[in-house]
Protein backbone atom coordinates (compact mmCIF):
# COMPACT_ATOMS: atom_id res chain seq x y z
CA UNK A 1 0.00 0.00 0.00
CA UNK A 2 1.21 3.75 -0.36
CA UNK A 3 0.65 5.88 2.55
CA UNK A 4 2.63 8.78 3.35
CA UNK A 5 2.16 12.60 3.63
CA UNK A 6 5.46 13.64 1.34
CA UNK A 7 4.57 12.25 -1.83
CA UNK A 8 7.94 10.31 -2.17
CA UNK A 9 7.25 7.92 0.64
CA UNK A 10 3.97 7.41 -1.40
CA UNK A 11 6.16 6.37 -4.17
CA UNK A 12 6.68 2.43 -3.37
CA UNK A 13 4.51 -0.01 -2.03
CA UNK A 14 5.35 -0.01 2.16
CA UNK A 15 3.86 -2.87 5.08
CA UNK A 16 0.97 -1.41 7.36
CA UNK A 17 -0.75 -3.63 9.17
CA UNK A 18 -4.09 -3.23 10.02
CA UNK A 19 -5.89 -4.23 13.04
CA UNK A 20 -10.04 -4.59 13.15
CA UNK A 21 -12.03 -5.63 15.99
CA UNK A 22 -15.88 -5.35 15.61
CA UNK A 23 -18.71 -4.90 17.61
CA UNK A 24 -21.57 -7.14 17.31
CA UNK A 25 -24.33 -9.36 19.39
CA UNK A 26 -22.43 -12.86 19.11
CA UNK A 27 -24.80 -14.88 21.71
CA UNK A 28 -26.56 -16.46 18.58
CA UNK A 29 -23.33 -17.44 17.74
CA UNK A 30 -21.83 -18.66 21.66
CA UNK A 31 -24.72 -20.73 21.71
CA UNK A 32 -25.31 -22.56 18.15
CA UNK A 33 -21.15 -23.15 17.53
CA UNK A 34 -22.45 -22.60 13.97
CA UNK A 35 -20.22 -19.76 11.55
CA UNK A 36 -23.87 -18.96 9.88
CA UNK A 37 -24.78 -17.10 13.16
CA UNK A 38 -21.45 -15.07 13.13
CA UNK A 39 -20.30 -12.95 10.40
CA UNK A 40 -17.53 -14.39 7.90
CA UNK A 41 -14.28 -12.94 9.05
CA UNK A 42 -12.62 -14.02 5.90
CA UNK A 43 -14.94 -11.95 3.76
CA UNK A 44 -14.26 -9.00 6.22
CA UNK A 45 -10.69 -9.38 5.63
CA UNK A 46 -10.58 -9.58 2.16
CA UNK A 47 -12.52 -6.34 1.73
CA UNK A 48 -10.57 -4.45 3.90
CA UNK A 49 -7.30 -5.74 2.50
CA UNK A 50 -8.58 -4.64 -0.80
CA UNK A 51 -9.70 -1.49 -0.02
CA UNK A 52 -6.39 -0.63 1.86
CA UNK A 53 -4.29 -2.14 -1.48
CA UNK A 54 -6.48 -0.38 -3.87
CA UNK A 55 -5.65 3.52 -2.53
CA UNK A 56 -2.96 6.00 -1.81
CA UNK A 57 -3.61 7.57 1.36
CA UNK A 58 -1.79 10.69 2.99
CA UNK A 59 -2.85 9.99 6.38
CA UNK A 60 -3.57 6.96 8.38
CA UNK A 61 -6.50 8.13 9.53
CA UNK A 62 -7.62 7.95 6.04
CA UNK A 63 -7.05 4.83 5.78
CA UNK A 64 -8.21 3.52 9.15
CA UNK A 65 -12.16 5.20 8.16
CA UNK A 66 -12.11 3.43 4.75
CA UNK A 67 -11.46 0.60 6.00
CA UNK A 68 -13.82 0.89 8.76
CA UNK A 69 -16.59 2.04 6.33
CA UNK A 70 -16.06 -1.10 3.89
CA UNK A 71 -15.98 -3.41 7.88
CA UNK A 72 -19.39 -2.22 8.64
CA UNK A 73 -20.70 -1.88 4.99
CA UNK A 74 -19.67 -6.04 5.13
CA UNK A 75 -22.34 -7.39 7.31
CA UNK A 76 -25.42 -5.67 8.61
CA UNK A 77 -24.89 -7.26 12.04
CA UNK A 78 -21.67 -5.35 12.51
CA UNK A 79 -22.59 -2.70 15.11
CA UNK A 80 -19.18 -0.99 15.18
CA UNK A 81 -15.81 -0.98 13.60
CA UNK A 82 -12.59 -0.50 15.38
CA UNK A 83 -9.32 0.12 12.91
CA UNK A 84 -5.87 0.45 13.87
CA UNK A 85 -3.21 1.73 11.23
CA UNK A 86 0.21 0.23 12.35
CA UNK A 87 3.39 2.23 10.20
CA UNK A 88 6.53 2.30 10.13
CA UNK A 89 6.96 6.14 9.22
CA UNK A 90 9.69 7.14 6.53
CA UNK A 91 9.87 10.31 7.85
CA UNK A 92 10.93 9.41 11.75
CA UNK A 93 13.71 6.91 11.67
CA UNK A 94 13.68 6.61 15.73
CA UNK A 95 9.98 5.78 15.89
CA UNK A 96 9.60 1.92 15.55
CA UNK A 97 5.68 2.93 14.78
CA UNK A 98 2.78 4.96 14.44
CA UNK A 99 -0.63 3.58 15.68
CA UNK A 100 -3.46 5.56 14.66
CA UNK A 101 -6.99 3.89 15.43
CA UNK A 102 -10.53 4.96 14.50
CA UNK A 103 -14.19 3.70 15.88
CA UNK A 104 -17.18 3.67 13.46
CA UNK A 105 -20.47 2.65 14.60
CA UNK A 106 -24.14 2.57 12.62
Do not use: C, N
Not at 13 to 27: A, F, G, I, N, P
Not at 30 to 44: M, Q, R
Amino acid sequence: MKLGVPAWERRRRQKVRLDVSMELDLRRAAKSDSVKDTVDYWDVEKRARAAAESGEFRLAERLADRVAGIVLESDRRILAAIVAVHKRPAVMPRTQEAVVEIRRAR
